[in-house]
Protein backbone atom coordinates (compact mmCIF):
# COMPACT_ATOMS: atom_id res chain seq x y z
CA UNK A 1 0.00 0.00 0.00
CA UNK A 2 2.45 2.47 0.80
CA UNK A 3 5.10 1.26 -2.05
CA UNK A 4 2.19 2.39 -4.45
CA UNK A 5 0.84 5.23 -2.69
CA UNK A 6 4.62 5.96 -2.90
CA UNK A 7 5.03 5.59 -6.47
CA UNK A 8 1.86 7.92 -7.09
CA UNK A 9 3.48 10.21 -5.04
CA UNK A 10 6.72 10.11 -7.38
CA UNK A 11 5.05 10.49 -10.39
CA UNK A 12 2.29 13.40 -9.27
CA UNK A 13 5.18 15.50 -8.17
CA UNK A 14 7.06 15.03 -11.58
CA UNK A 15 3.73 16.16 -13.03
CA UNK A 16 3.56 19.42 -11.00
CA UNK A 17 7.16 19.95 -12.02
CA UNK A 18 6.66 19.36 -15.17
CA UNK A 19 4.02 21.57 -15.15
CA UNK A 20 5.14 24.09 -13.20
CA UNK A 21 9.31 24.25 -13.72
CA UNK A 22 10.69 21.69 -15.85
CA UNK A 23 14.02 20.50 -14.90
CA UNK A 24 15.61 20.76 -18.71
CA UNK A 25 14.12 23.57 -19.48
CA UNK A 26 16.18 26.58 -20.86
CA UNK A 27 15.14 29.82 -21.54
CA UNK A 28 14.17 31.04 -25.29
CA UNK A 29 16.06 33.41 -26.98
CA UNK A 30 14.51 37.09 -26.01
CA UNK A 31 12.75 38.86 -29.00
CA UNK A 32 14.55 42.32 -29.86
CA UNK A 33 11.74 44.26 -27.81
CA UNK A 34 8.39 42.63 -26.27
CA UNK A 35 5.24 44.33 -25.76
CA UNK A 36 5.07 43.62 -22.29
CA UNK A 37 7.28 42.13 -19.70
CA UNK A 38 6.01 40.62 -16.84
CA UNK A 39 7.99 39.73 -13.69
CA UNK A 40 6.41 36.82 -11.54
CA UNK A 41 3.97 34.26 -12.75
CA UNK A 42 1.24 33.80 -10.08
CA UNK A 43 -2.69 34.56 -10.32
CA UNK A 44 -1.50 38.25 -11.53
CA UNK A 45 1.49 37.54 -13.92
CA UNK A 46 -0.32 34.44 -15.37
CA UNK A 47 -3.30 36.28 -16.26
CA UNK A 48 -1.83 39.44 -17.56
CA UNK A 49 0.65 37.05 -19.61
CA UNK A 50 -2.76 34.88 -21.16
CA UNK A 51 -5.10 38.30 -21.34
CA UNK A 52 -1.99 40.29 -23.34
CA UNK A 53 -1.20 37.44 -25.36
CA UNK A 54 -5.01 37.01 -26.47
CA UNK A 55 -4.57 40.50 -27.63
CA UNK A 56 -1.85 39.81 -30.29
CA UNK A 57 0.99 41.15 -28.20
CA UNK A 58 3.85 39.74 -27.99
CA UNK A 59 4.59 39.12 -24.28
CA UNK A 60 7.70 37.56 -22.01
CA UNK A 61 6.87 36.37 -18.37
CA UNK A 62 9.20 35.44 -15.99
CA UNK A 63 9.33 33.22 -12.29
CA UNK A 64 12.23 32.81 -10.18
CA UNK A 65 10.88 29.37 -8.80
CA UNK A 66 7.36 27.93 -9.51
CA UNK A 67 4.27 28.83 -12.29
CA UNK A 68 1.22 29.28 -10.87
CA UNK A 69 2.69 31.41 -7.80
CA UNK A 70 1.94 31.12 -4.16
CA UNK A 71 -1.32 30.66 -4.93
CA UNK A 72 -1.30 27.16 -6.42
CA UNK A 73 1.61 25.98 -4.83
CA UNK A 74 1.78 27.39 -1.23
CA UNK A 75 -1.56 29.28 -0.99
CA UNK A 76 -4.82 29.29 -1.73
CA UNK A 77 -4.96 25.60 -3.67
CA UNK A 78 -3.07 23.69 -1.00
CA UNK A 79 -4.57 25.63 2.08
CA UNK A 80 -8.30 25.12 0.82
CA UNK A 81 -7.55 21.18 0.03
CA UNK A 82 -6.09 20.71 3.05
CA UNK A 83 -9.06 22.39 5.02
CA UNK A 84 -11.23 20.48 3.56
CA UNK A 85 -9.60 17.15 3.52
CA UNK A 86 -9.22 17.00 7.45
CA UNK A 87 -12.90 18.12 7.68
CA UNK A 88 -13.71 14.88 6.05
CA UNK A 89 -11.48 13.51 9.10
CA UNK A 90 -8.79 12.13 6.90
CA UNK A 91 -5.14 11.51 8.06
CA UNK A 92 -2.27 13.33 7.19
CA UNK A 93 -0.32 11.40 5.02
CA UNK A 94 -3.30 10.57 3.15
CA UNK A 95 -4.39 14.48 3.13
CA UNK A 96 -0.89 16.10 1.86
CA UNK A 97 -1.07 13.02 -0.79
CA UNK A 98 -4.30 14.52 -2.18
CA UNK A 99 -3.01 18.12 -1.39
CA UNK A 100 -0.27 17.06 -4.43
CA UNK A 101 -2.16 15.50 -6.30
CA UNK A 102 -4.97 18.18 -6.56
CA UNK A 103 -1.78 21.13 -7.30
CA UNK A 104 -0.51 18.95 -10.00
CA UNK A 105 -3.78 18.74 -11.68
CA UNK A 106 -4.64 22.61 -10.79
CA UNK A 107 -1.03 23.41 -11.92
CA UNK A 108 -2.15 22.43 -15.61
CA UNK A 109 -4.37 26.00 -16.06
CA UNK A 110 -1.06 27.58 -15.19
CA UNK A 111 1.55 25.21 -17.28
CA UNK A 112 4.41 26.42 -19.28
CA UNK A 113 2.75 24.59 -22.64
CA UNK A 114 -0.22 26.24 -22.24
CA UNK A 115 1.11 29.35 -21.71
CA UNK A 116 3.99 28.12 -24.79
CA UNK A 117 0.64 27.42 -26.91
CA UNK A 118 -0.84 31.33 -26.56
CA UNK A 119 3.21 32.39 -28.02
CA UNK A 120 3.98 33.76 -24.63
CA UNK A 121 7.82 33.50 -24.46
CA UNK A 122 8.31 31.81 -20.32
CA UNK A 123 12.03 33.00 -18.79
CA UNK A 124 12.59 30.74 -15.71
CA UNK A 125 14.97 32.86 -14.02
CA UNK A 126 15.42 35.95 -11.92
CA UNK A 127 14.47 39.30 -13.25
CA UNK A 128 15.42 42.90 -12.27
CA UNK A 129 15.54 45.69 -13.83
CA UNK A 130 18.44 47.48 -15.63
CA UNK A 131 16.72 50.50 -17.19
CA UNK A 132 13.71 52.01 -17.76
CA UNK A 133 12.85 49.72 -20.25
CA UNK A 134 14.98 46.86 -19.98
CA UNK A 135 15.07 43.70 -17.50
CA UNK A 136 17.66 41.28 -16.85
CA UNK A 137 17.28 37.72 -17.19
CA UNK A 138 19.79 35.61 -16.28
CA UNK A 139 22.45 36.46 -19.03
CA UNK A 140 20.27 38.25 -21.35
CA UNK A 141 18.46 41.57 -21.28
CA UNK A 142 14.60 41.85 -22.42
CA UNK A 143 13.93 45.40 -23.93
CA UNK A 144 9.93 46.31 -22.82
CA UNK A 145 7.18 49.23 -24.53
CA UNK A 146 5.65 47.94 -21.18
CA UNK A 147 6.51 46.32 -17.73
CA UNK A 148 4.17 44.61 -15.08
CA UNK A 149 5.43 44.15 -11.46
CA UNK A 150 3.60 40.87 -10.47
CA UNK A 151 5.91 39.49 -7.92
CA UNK A 152 4.03 39.11 -5.31
CA UNK A 153 4.66 38.43 -1.37
CA UNK A 154 5.99 36.38 1.02
CA UNK A 155 5.72 35.61 4.87
CA UNK A 156 6.68 38.44 6.96
CA UNK A 157 9.43 37.25 9.53
CA UNK A 158 8.31 38.53 13.25
CA UNK A 159 11.11 39.55 15.59
CA UNK A 160 10.83 36.99 18.47
CA UNK A 161 14.35 36.15 20.01
CA UNK A 162 15.10 32.85 19.60
CA UNK A 163 12.37 31.70 17.51
CA UNK A 164 14.60 31.38 14.01
CA UNK A 165 17.02 29.18 16.38
CA UNK A 166 14.47 26.69 17.39
CA UNK A 167 12.75 26.54 14.27
CA UNK A 168 9.57 27.19 12.73
CA UNK A 169 7.43 26.74 9.80
CA UNK A 170 5.26 28.99 7.78
CA UNK A 171 3.30 28.73 4.50
CA UNK A 172 5.60 28.29 2.49
CA UNK A 173 6.53 25.32 4.81
CA UNK A 174 3.54 23.66 6.43
CA UNK A 175 2.71 21.63 4.11
CA UNK A 176 5.95 19.86 3.86
CA UNK A 177 5.39 18.53 6.78
CA UNK A 178 6.14 14.53 7.09
CA UNK A 179 4.02 13.71 10.52
CA UNK A 180 1.64 15.40 12.48
CA UNK A 181 2.63 17.71 15.01
CA UNK A 182 1.24 16.55 18.49
CA UNK A 183 1.35 20.40 19.75
CA UNK A 184 1.00 23.25 16.76
CA UNK A 185 1.63 26.79 17.88
CA UNK A 186 0.01 29.37 15.50
CA UNK A 187 1.89 32.39 16.02
CA UNK A 188 -0.91 35.27 14.42
CA UNK A 189 -4.76 34.68 14.61
CA UNK A 190 -5.32 36.41 10.91
CA UNK A 191 -7.00 34.36 8.14
CA UNK A 192 -4.38 32.25 7.28
CA UNK A 193 -3.40 31.35 11.06
CA UNK A 194 -6.84 30.39 12.25
CA UNK A 195 -7.65 28.84 8.68
CA UNK A 196 -4.75 26.16 9.23
CA UNK A 197 -5.17 26.11 13.38
CA UNK A 198 -8.69 24.56 12.72
CA UNK A 199 -7.69 22.35 10.12
CA UNK A 200 -4.71 20.81 12.14
CA UNK A 201 -7.06 20.81 14.84
CA UNK A 202 -9.54 18.80 12.75
CA UNK A 203 -6.43 16.22 11.80
CA UNK A 204 -5.75 15.53 15.66
CA UNK A 205 -3.17 18.33 16.86
CA UNK A 206 -3.31 20.17 19.76
CA UNK A 207 -2.95 23.37 18.56
CA UNK A 208 -2.59 26.70 20.45
CA UNK A 209 -3.39 30.19 18.43
CA UNK A 210 -1.57 32.97 20.22
CA UNK A 211 -3.25 36.42 18.48
CA UNK A 212 -1.63 39.66 20.38
CA UNK A 213 -4.77 41.65 19.61
CA UNK A 214 -8.11 41.55 21.11
CA UNK A 215 -9.80 39.42 18.08
CA UNK A 216 -9.17 37.16 15.41
CA UNK A 217 -9.11 38.45 12.21
CA UNK A 218 -8.82 41.94 13.33
CA UNK A 219 -10.73 43.22 9.72
CA UNK A 220 -14.02 41.75 10.54
CA UNK A 221 -16.85 42.63 12.38
CA UNK A 222 -16.83 42.41 16.77
CA UNK A 223 -20.08 39.79 16.41
CA UNK A 224 -18.31 37.98 13.40
CA UNK A 225 -15.12 37.10 15.14
CA UNK A 226 -16.81 36.36 18.50
CA UNK A 227 -18.12 33.22 16.31
CA UNK A 228 -14.86 32.24 15.27
CA UNK A 229 -13.18 32.31 18.82
CA UNK A 230 -16.09 29.89 19.52
CA UNK A 231 -15.72 27.96 16.92
CA UNK A 232 -12.18 27.82 17.18
CA UNK A 233 -12.50 26.54 20.64
CA UNK A 234 -15.46 24.18 20.15
CA UNK A 235 -13.07 22.75 17.66
CA UNK A 236 -10.45 22.20 20.18
CA UNK A 237 -8.48 25.11 19.44
CA UNK A 238 -6.86 26.49 22.76
CA UNK A 239 -7.42 30.71 21.86
CA UNK A 240 -5.19 32.89 23.48
CA UNK A 241 -5.96 36.88 22.52
CA UNK A 242 -4.15 39.93 23.71
CA UNK A 243 -1.22 37.45 23.87
CA UNK A 244 2.39 38.76 22.28
CA UNK A 245 4.96 35.99 22.17
CA UNK A 246 7.91 37.24 23.65
CA UNK A 247 10.60 34.66 23.09
CA UNK A 248 11.30 31.12 22.07
CA UNK A 249 13.59 28.60 23.36
CA UNK A 250 13.95 24.93 23.51
CA UNK A 251 13.71 22.94 27.18
CA UNK A 252 13.39 19.01 27.68
CA UNK A 253 13.01 18.03 23.68
CA UNK A 254 10.35 20.52 23.30
CA UNK A 255 9.99 23.99 21.54
CA UNK A 256 8.86 26.68 24.07
CA UNK A 257 7.35 30.06 23.40
CA UNK A 258 7.53 32.33 26.32
CA UNK A 259 4.08 34.15 26.17
CA UNK A 260 2.29 37.85 27.40
CA UNK A 261 -1.08 38.26 28.61
CA UNK A 262 -1.24 41.46 29.85
CA UNK A 263 1.16 40.82 33.47
CA UNK A 264 0.96 37.21 32.98
CA UNK A 265 3.59 35.47 31.70
CA UNK A 266 3.83 31.51 30.99
CA UNK A 267 5.54 29.34 28.82
CA UNK A 268 4.09 27.23 26.16
CA UNK A 269 5.57 23.98 25.09
CA UNK A 270 4.86 22.66 21.44
CA UNK A 271 6.44 20.10 18.80
CA UNK A 272 6.47 23.02 16.00
CA UNK A 273 5.42 26.20 15.53
CA UNK A 274 3.58 28.02 12.92
CA UNK A 275 4.09 31.47 12.51
CA UNK A 276 1.48 33.42 10.72
CA UNK A 277 1.82 37.63 11.13
CA UNK A 278 1.38 38.79 7.63
CA UNK A 279 3.09 39.20 3.80
CA UNK A 280 5.69 41.39 2.98
CA UNK A 281 5.73 42.54 -0.87
CA UNK A 282 8.22 41.10 -2.84
CA UNK A 283 10.14 44.21 -3.78
CA UNK A 284 13.72 44.08 -2.75
CA UNK A 285 15.84 42.12 -5.53
CA UNK A 286 13.94 44.03 -8.49
CA UNK A 287 16.46 47.25 -8.46
CA UNK A 288 13.27 49.40 -8.73
CA UNK A 289 15.55 52.72 -9.00
CA UNK A 290 16.29 51.75 -12.26
CA UNK A 291 13.88 51.82 -14.02
CA UNK A 292 12.32 54.70 -11.97
CA UNK A 293 10.05 52.91 -9.63
CA UNK A 294 9.59 54.18 -6.36
CA UNK A 295 8.13 51.85 -3.24
CA UNK A 296 5.11 52.52 -1.16
CA UNK A 297 6.25 52.43 2.74
CA UNK A 298 2.99 50.26 3.46
CA UNK A 299 2.21 48.28 0.11
CA UNK A 300 5.14 47.67 -2.14
CA UNK A 301 5.11 49.34 -5.00
CA UNK A 302 3.50 52.12 -5.28
CA UNK A 303 1.21 52.79 -8.25
CA UNK A 304 -1.84 55.14 -8.95
CA UNK A 305 -5.55 54.43 -9.09
CA UNK A 306 -4.88 52.72 -12.66
CA UNK A 307 -2.02 50.79 -11.22
CA UNK A 308 0.62 52.87 -13.23
CA UNK A 309 4.11 53.32 -11.18
CA UNK A 310 5.99 56.43 -11.11
CA UNK A 311 7.81 55.07 -14.53
CA UNK A 312 4.66 56.01 -17.07
CA UNK A 313 5.60 52.08 -18.95
CA UNK A 314 5.89 49.99 -15.93
CA UNK A 315 2.59 48.71 -14.22
CA UNK A 316 2.22 46.53 -10.72
CA UNK A 317 -0.24 44.11 -10.02
CA UNK A 318 -1.53 41.65 -7.17
CA UNK A 319 -0.05 41.42 -3.81
CA UNK A 320 2.81 43.23 -4.66
CA UNK A 321 1.08 46.87 -4.66
CA UNK A 322 -2.18 45.88 -2.86
CA UNK A 323 -3.54 46.18 0.41
CA UNK A 324 -5.96 43.42 0.02
CA UNK A 325 -3.69 40.29 -0.78
CA UNK A 326 -5.92 37.61 -2.80
CA UNK A 327 -5.91 35.50 -6.15
CA UNK A 328 -9.24 37.80 -7.18
CA UNK A 329 -7.87 41.07 -6.65
CA UNK A 330 -4.29 39.52 -8.18
CA UNK A 331 -5.93 38.88 -11.18
CA UNK A 332 -8.69 41.69 -11.72
CA UNK A 333 -5.63 43.76 -11.12
CA UNK A 334 -3.39 42.47 -13.64
CA UNK A 335 -6.26 42.45 -16.00
CA UNK A 336 -6.83 45.90 -15.32
CA UNK A 337 -3.46 46.80 -15.78
CA UNK A 338 -3.03 45.15 -19.12
CA UNK A 339 -6.22 46.76 -19.76
CA UNK A 340 -4.86 50.35 -19.35
CA UNK A 341 -1.24 49.79 -20.46
CA UNK A 342 -2.48 48.74 -23.85
CA UNK A 343 -6.28 49.59 -24.53
CA UNK A 344 -6.47 53.01 -23.49
CA UNK A 345 -8.92 52.11 -20.76
CA UNK A 346 -8.81 54.12 -17.89
CA UNK A 347 -9.81 51.12 -14.61
CA UNK A 348 -9.63 52.55 -11.58
CA UNK A 349 -9.00 49.96 -8.77
CA UNK A 350 -10.73 51.68 -6.19
CA UNK A 351 -14.10 50.93 -7.90
CA UNK A 352 -13.37 47.16 -7.59
CA UNK A 353 -15.64 45.24 -5.60
CA UNK A 354 -13.89 42.75 -3.70
CA UNK A 355 -15.69 39.95 -2.46
CA UNK A 356 -13.29 38.04 0.00
CA UNK A 357 -13.54 34.99 2.68
CA UNK A 358 -11.79 33.54 5.60
CA UNK A 359 -12.42 29.64 4.85
CA UNK A 360 -12.78 28.83 8.64
CA UNK A 361 -15.34 26.96 10.07
CA UNK A 362 -18.16 28.02 9.30
CA UNK A 363 -16.74 30.66 6.75
CA UNK A 364 -16.67 34.23 7.10
CA UNK A 365 -17.34 36.19 3.56
CA UNK A 366 -17.56 39.94 3.15
CA UNK A 367 -17.82 42.62 0.67
CA UNK A 368 -17.94 46.22 0.36
CA UNK A 369 -17.90 48.71 3.26
CA UNK A 370 -18.07 47.52 7.21
CA UNK A 371 -20.44 49.34 9.20
CA UNK A 372 -17.27 51.61 10.82
CA UNK A 373 -15.94 52.05 7.43
CA UNK A 374 -19.19 53.44 6.72
CA UNK A 375 -19.30 55.72 9.70
CA UNK A 376 -16.16 57.08 8.74
CA UNK A 377 -17.14 58.32 5.36
CA UNK A 378 -20.34 59.77 6.60
CA UNK A 379 -22.73 57.37 5.15
CA UNK A 380 -25.69 56.52 7.00
CA UNK A 381 -26.56 53.19 7.02
CA UNK A 382 -29.43 50.40 8.34
CA UNK A 383 -28.28 47.15 8.67
CA UNK A 384 -30.28 44.06 8.39
CA UNK A 385 -29.36 40.65 9.77
CA UNK A 386 -30.85 36.76 9.27
CA UNK A 387 -29.61 34.32 11.36
CA UNK A 388 -28.89 31.03 9.99
CA UNK A 389 -30.52 29.20 12.46
CA UNK A 390 -33.65 30.88 10.79
CA UNK A 391 -32.66 29.78 7.77
CA UNK A 392 -34.64 26.30 6.62
CA UNK A 393 -31.29 24.48 4.74
CA UNK A 394 -29.28 25.58 7.47
CA UNK A 395 -31.69 23.96 9.64
CA UNK A 396 -32.28 20.68 7.55
CA UNK A 397 -28.18 20.72 6.99
CA UNK A 398 -27.27 21.40 10.47
CA UNK A 399 -25.20 24.04 10.21
CA UNK A 400 -26.87 26.99 11.68
CA UNK A 401 -24.08 28.70 13.15
CA UNK A 402 -23.66 32.79 11.66
CA UNK A 403 -25.85 34.99 10.04
CA UNK A 404 -26.72 37.23 7.05
CA UNK A 405 -25.83 41.15 7.54
CA UNK A 406 -26.34 43.17 5.28
CA UNK A 407 -25.92 47.60 4.99
CA UNK A 408 -27.97 49.43 3.29
CA UNK A 409 -27.71 53.22 2.66
CA UNK A 410 -30.07 55.13 4.51
CA UNK A 411 -32.97 56.46 2.47
CA UNK A 412 -32.55 54.20 -0.65
CA UNK A 413 -32.29 50.75 -1.34
CA UNK A 414 -28.68 49.87 -1.91
CA UNK A 415 -26.59 47.75 -0.42
CA UNK A 416 -22.77 48.92 0.37
CA UNK A 417 -21.77 46.14 2.17
CA UNK A 418 -22.35 42.88 3.22
CA UNK A 419 -20.60 40.29 6.19
CA UNK A 420 -21.55 36.48 5.84
CA UNK A 421 -20.73 33.66 8.49
CA UNK A 422 -22.06 31.13 7.29
CA UNK A 423 -21.22 27.44 5.96
CA UNK A 424 -20.45 27.96 2.25
CA UNK A 425 -20.59 31.84 2.95
CA UNK A 426 -18.29 31.79 0.44
CA UNK A 427 -20.15 30.96 -2.63
CA UNK A 428 -23.27 32.99 -0.86
CA UNK A 429 -21.14 36.24 -1.10
CA UNK A 430 -20.83 36.12 -4.62
CA UNK A 431 -24.52 36.33 -4.92
CA UNK A 432 -24.05 39.87 -3.34
CA UNK A 433 -21.08 40.38 -5.51
CA UNK A 434 -23.25 39.83 -8.59
CA UNK A 435 -26.24 42.16 -6.38
CA UNK A 436 -23.91 44.95 -6.42
CA UNK A 437 -21.87 45.37 -9.21
CA UNK A 438 -25.26 45.02 -11.28
CA UNK A 439 -26.68 47.98 -8.71
CA UNK A 440 -29.59 45.55 -7.87
CA UNK A 441 -31.61 46.86 -4.74
CA UNK A 442 -32.82 45.51 -1.51
CA UNK A 443 -36.78 45.47 -3.25
CA UNK A 444 -35.60 43.70 -6.29
CA UNK A 445 -33.47 41.45 -4.69
CA UNK A 446 -36.49 40.63 -2.52
CA UNK A 447 -39.00 39.31 -5.27
CA UNK A 448 -35.78 37.64 -7.37
CA UNK A 449 -36.38 33.78 -7.12
CA UNK A 450 -33.99 31.62 -5.39
CA UNK A 451 -34.13 27.68 -5.00
CA UNK A 452 -35.74 26.34 -1.96
CA UNK A 453 -33.93 24.95 0.56
CA UNK A 454 -30.93 27.07 -0.33
CA UNK A 455 -28.08 28.92 1.98
CA UNK A 456 -28.45 32.09 -0.18
CA UNK A 457 -32.18 32.42 1.14
CA UNK A 458 -30.78 34.37 4.04
CA UNK A 459 -30.19 36.84 1.51
CA UNK A 460 -33.19 37.29 0.09
CA UNK A 461 -34.68 37.02 3.85
CA UNK A 462 -33.08 40.01 4.86
CA UNK A 463 -34.03 41.88 2.01
CA UNK A 464 -37.28 40.55 2.67
CA UNK A 465 -37.32 42.75 6.05
CA UNK A 466 -36.03 45.70 4.38
CA UNK A 467 -39.48 45.53 2.53
CA UNK A 468 -41.23 45.31 5.68
CA UNK A 469 -39.70 47.99 7.53
CA UNK A 470 -39.91 50.29 4.55
CA UNK A 471 -42.88 49.80 2.44
CA UNK A 472 -42.17 52.77 0.41
CA UNK A 473 -39.04 53.74 -1.33
CA UNK A 474 -38.51 56.44 -3.16
CA UNK A 475 -35.53 55.14 -5.80
CA UNK A 476 -33.55 52.30 -5.89
CA UNK A 477 -30.41 53.20 -4.38
CA UNK A 478 -27.82 50.82 -6.04
CA UNK A 479 -24.36 50.92 -5.73
CA UNK A 480 -23.05 53.88 -3.56
CA UNK A 481 -20.04 52.61 -1.32
CA UNK A 482 -17.90 56.21 -1.51
C1 LIG B 1 -1.70 29.89 2.94
C2 LIG B 1 -2.36 30.89 2.02
C3 LIG B 1 -3.70 30.75 1.70
C4 LIG B 1 -4.32 31.64 0.85
N1 LIG B 1 -5.64 31.47 0.55
C5 LIG B 1 -6.25 32.32 -0.29
C6 LIG B 1 -7.61 32.13 -0.64
O1 LIG B 1 -8.25 31.21 -0.17
N2 LIG B 1 -8.18 32.99 -1.51
C7 LIG B 1 -7.47 34.04 -2.05
O2 LIG B 1 -8.04 34.79 -2.85
N3 LIG B 1 -6.18 34.25 -1.74
C8 LIG B 1 -5.56 33.41 -0.87
N4 LIG B 1 -4.23 33.60 -0.56
C9 LIG B 1 -3.53 34.75 -1.16
C10 LIG B 1 -3.10 34.46 -2.61
O3 LIG B 1 -2.30 33.31 -2.64
C11 LIG B 1 -2.35 35.67 -3.12
O4 LIG B 1 -3.14 36.81 -2.98
C12 LIG B 1 -1.98 35.50 -4.59
O5 LIG B 1 -1.12 34.40 -4.79
C13 LIG B 1 -1.29 36.77 -5.10
O6 LIG B 1 -0.95 36.60 -6.44
P1 LIG B 1 0.26 37.41 -7.10
O7 LIG B 1 0.31 36.98 -8.52
O8 LIG B 1 0.13 38.84 -6.79
O9 LIG B 1 1.57 36.91 -6.32
P2 LIG B 1 2.20 35.47 -6.11
O10 LIG B 1 1.20 34.40 -6.21
O11 LIG B 1 2.98 35.58 -4.84
O12 LIG B 1 3.20 35.30 -7.33
C14 LIG B 1 4.32 36.13 -7.48
C15 LIG B 1 5.41 35.36 -8.22
O13 LIG B 1 6.47 36.25 -8.52
C16 LIG B 1 7.70 35.53 -8.44
N5 LIG B 1 8.80 36.49 -8.27
C17 LIG B 1 9.01 37.31 -7.23
N6 LIG B 1 10.08 38.08 -7.44
C18 LIG B 1 10.59 37.72 -8.65
C19 LIG B 1 11.69 38.15 -9.43
N7 LIG B 1 12.50 39.14 -9.03
N8 LIG B 1 11.92 37.55 -10.62
C20 LIG B 1 11.09 36.55 -11.07
N9 LIG B 1 10.03 36.13 -10.37
C21 LIG B 1 9.76 36.71 -9.18
C22 LIG B 1 7.48 34.63 -7.23
O14 LIG B 1 8.36 33.52 -7.24
C23 LIG B 1 6.02 34.24 -7.39
O15 LIG B 1 5.88 33.00 -8.07
C24 LIG B 1 -3.59 32.73 0.30
C25 LIG B 1 -2.22 32.89 0.62
C26 LIG B 1 -1.62 31.99 1.47
C27 LIG B 1 -0.17 32.18 1.81
Given at each position: MSASLDRDDAVVAAEWLRRTRPADWRNPAPSARYDLCIVGAGPAGSTAAVHAARQGLRVALVERRQLGGNSLNWGSVPSKTLINAARSGAELPAVLSRLRRVRSHIAEHHSIERLQALGIDVFLDQAHFVGTHALRVGAVTLCFRKALIATGARPAPADIPGLADIGFRTSETI???AALPRRLGVIGGGALGCELAQAFAALGSKVTILQRQPKFLPGIERDAAEILSRALARDGVETRLN???LAARTADGSRVLDVANNELRFPIAVDEVLLSVGRVP??????LDAAGVLRDPTVGVHTDDFLQTTNPDVYAAG???????FANVAEATARMAVQNAFAGARERCSELLIPRCAYCNPEIAQIGLHSWQARERGIPIKSYTVFMADVDRAITDDRTEGFVKLYVREGTDGIVGATIVAARASEMINELSVIMNAKIGMRRLADILHTY???SCAIQLAARAFVRNQPIIPFEGGLQTV
Open positions: FDLTAVNVEDLEDVCMRHQPAQ
